[in-house]
């Protein structure tokens, strides 16, 4: 049972797991590595889809100003939540950072578009 | 799903239950203890006796504020209730920061004979706020941090887990000990689901404009750095909330005309009936001024909302003010998501449901710490080294699963053994708090694992079971008088301490039997909560 050691993983463990056999055992600083930048990923990439998340909807959302805030701010953890398991789901790390920073770029656009 | 993603969420389900397991923990069992914050506030006022009625109370409470602020910006008395006998009076001054507040008797209006002591207060504020005063709002964004790791944990946990509904009924007491610690944390976890989902996705509403401000910033912010406004808040909050009170009444400023605001007792009854059942509180804004503004607030009860329903009144004339009825539905949602968590609206039996679901809660974070030894327990036992991490993992877990309980039993000690006239009463009290837990924590370091549990779960069972006796020879209100004269408050908190002491009482059994068992084997087992059965299952 070395499983519950592996952790997410990298790409290539992923790929050797999903086949089935014990792909190459990546070196124990890749695998640190790799779950330092989804921590990273998941703690300050998620708050950070969350928080233009939250900005944008309370701008863009069709209510009244204070209704709009408090229906975006409730929403926002669970944006917060998703994002953060996520990070864990991606094949690799850098698929990770590369979907908060798609979404992170997407919301701020629509933001400063439109929430003018 | 695929296996491996599978494991990726048990993974990060272990791993985002341990690194905040023991904040939260705190903040369960903090927050179970709170729903009876009133009654636990009682008991440690013995002198506070039940029966007072509510409307001398509020004539005493408009008394004392009338001679040590008249000219406040705003006042707000809570008066007696079945669950708190006192009479809480706050003030803010103009142009102040600081509310003050002061505890009342009712009968003679003083300032309260009663021994100083923060009461339940203590575990409200750790519940939410780590009991950290200054800056006021890091220890919310600290229970938020934690509160996030919960929604993933309870999240991961529900995608890994393939057998949801089988597992909600099964539990093997008989099986290999990792099995029955899983078989525990899923009968805690899986049928308690909606609960455990509610209280924390409900515990960031109260918070959420402090930990998540970008909405409100966004619509009431101003041009300043977005760092210089999340570091001050207060300008975008005000506007928001002035924005969200759709009652201009209410916030009717200074005339700078003194007029005597009329007799609170009067508007106090005249509302009672129009609202339909018991005044709360009431608070006065502008207090003796022409424009002063008296609401009333109906005590909660029956309804979910947070906010319940309130009247207006005109202070100077004792005239109705118009009160909007009906706030938008977004609002109505977040007042019963907020109401939700604070429960205040609760009856009693629903309180006590709270309080069990509460338990159960901090008990299925308790087996998902446990179960994290557990599991990685094999790894070492035949080796005599244990790492580092796995060892201060478990200290940790004995300090914060049976120390804070501990600690929370040496308050309820300290408030009734620390003589009533030191200097510092209350503060006392609390420190004799942390520096019991602190102590747990120290005798779990020091000796070994198993029996340091044993240890622990003994002592917690006396600290709970003896409260009964001790409050008997401390007080004049001991368990039987409490029946006879059926002070329920009393008798309930009573018995629930030394029921609560058994239940450590029984815990502590079990594993010392464990302990000796395994001795007797001539099995080392790093801990008394494993037995050496778990390889012939695995």
Redesign the interface.
């Known amino acids: 049972m070395r499983s519950e050691a592996i952790g997410p993983g990298t790409r290539a463990a992923r790929r050797g797991r999903r086949r089935g056999v014990e792909g190459p055992r990546p070196s124990l600083v890749r695998r640190r590595a790799d779950v330092a930048a989804r921590a990273a990923a998941a703690i300050v990439g998620g708050y950070a889809v969350a928080a233009v998340a939250t900005a944008a909807l309370a701008r863009l959302l069709p209510l009244p100003r204070s209704d709009a805030t408090a229906a975006a701010t409730l929403f926002s953890f669970v944006v917060y939540t998703v994002i953060a398991i996520g990070s864990f789901t991606a094949p690799s790390s850098l698929a990770a950072w590369l979907r908060i920073s798609f979404a992170t770029a997407a919301l701020a656009t629509a933001l400063l578009v439109f929430g003018k | 799903m ?4 599978r ?6 389900h ?2 985002a239950g341990l690194v905040a397991g023991w904040a939260l923990f705190m903040m369960f069992l903090a927050g179970t203890a709170s729903v009876f914050k009133e009654e636990i506030t009682a008991w440690m006022s013995p002198e506070l006796g039940p029966g007072i009625d509510a409307m001398d109370a509020l004539e005493a409470a408009e008394a004392r504020l009338n001679a040590v602020a008249p000219d406040a910006e705003r006042w707000s008395i809570r008066l007696p209730s079945e669950r708190s006998p006192a009479t809480r009076i706050t003030w803010r001054a103009r142009d102040a920061s600081v509310t003050e507040s002061e505890m009342l008797d009712a009968g003679s209006g003083r300032v309260v004979a009663a021994r100083e002591t923060r009461g339940g207060d203590l575990f409200y504020r750790l519940h939410y706020r780590f009991e950290i005063s200054n800056p006021v709002r890091r220890g919310w964004w600290i229970s938020g941090a934690a509160t ?1 790791f919960m ?2 944990a309870i ?2 946990g529900v ?1 890994t887990h393939k057998r949801i509904f089988r597992d909600f009924f099964t539990f093997r007491p008989r099986a290999a000990t990792q099995r029955t610690w899983l078989d525990a944390h899923l009968l805690l976890a899986v049928p308690l689901l909606p609960f455990h989902l509610m209280i924390a ?1 409900t515990g ?2 109260p918070i ?2 402090t930990v ?1 401000p ?7 912010g101003d041009e300043r750095p977005l760092l210089e406004q999340l570091a001050d808040l207060d300008a975008a909050r005000r506007a ?1 909330s002035s ?2 009170r759709a009652d201009p009444a209410a916030q009717r400023p200074p005339a700078h005309v003194p007029s005597p605001t009329v007799a609170l007792r009067s508007i106090a009854e005249q509302a009672a009936q129009q609202l339909g059942g018991p005044v709360g509180s009431i608070s006065v804004r502008n207090p003796n001024d022409a424009n002063a503004v008296v609401e009333v607030v109906r005590r909660p009860g029956g309804a979910l909302s947070n906010r319940p329903a309130r009247l207006l009144f005109d202070g100077s004339t004792g005239d109705p003010l118009p009160v909007t009825t009906s706030p ?4 109505k ?2 007042a019963a ?1 907020y109401g939700m968590h604070m429960a205040r609206f609760a009856d009693p039996m629903l309180r006590w449901a709270y309080f069990a679901a509460g338990l159960a809660s901090s008990a299925m974070i308790a087996t998902g710490l446990t179960l994290w030894i557990i ?2 327990r094999r790894r070492f036992t035949d080796q005599t080294r244990i790492p580092f991490g796995h060892w201060l993992v478990e200290r940790l877990n004995i300090a914060a699963i049976v120390g804070l309980p501990i600690a929370m039993a040496a308050y309820f000690w300290a408030n009734r053994l620390l003589p009533l006239d030191v200097a510092a009463r209350a503060q006392l009290e609390v420190r004799t708090f942390f520096l019991v837990w602190l102590s747990t924590l120290v005798v779990a370091m020091l000796r070994p694992a198993d029996r340091a549990w044993a240890e622990v779960l003994g002592s917690a069972a006396f600290a709970f079971g003896a409260i009964p006796l001790l409050n008997a020879l401390t007080t004049d209100r001991h368990l039987v008088a409490s029946v006879v004269q059926g002070d329920w408050l009393m008798a309930g908190f009573d018995s629930t301490m030394a029921a609560i002491g058994l239940l450590f009482a029984w815990c502590a059994v079990k594993v010392a039997g464990r302990t000796r068992a395994s001795a007797a084997e001539g099995t080392a087992v790093p801990s008394a909560l494993d037995s050496s059965t778990w390889r012939s299952h ?1």
């Open positions: 695929s296996t491996s993603i494991k990726s969420l048990a993974w990060l272990a791993w996030m929604l993933v999240m991961t995608l996705y960031l509403v959420m404009t998540m970008w909405g409100m910033i966004a619509n009431y928001y924005d969200r938008s539905p977004v609002a949602i977040q998501l599991k990685r695995e």
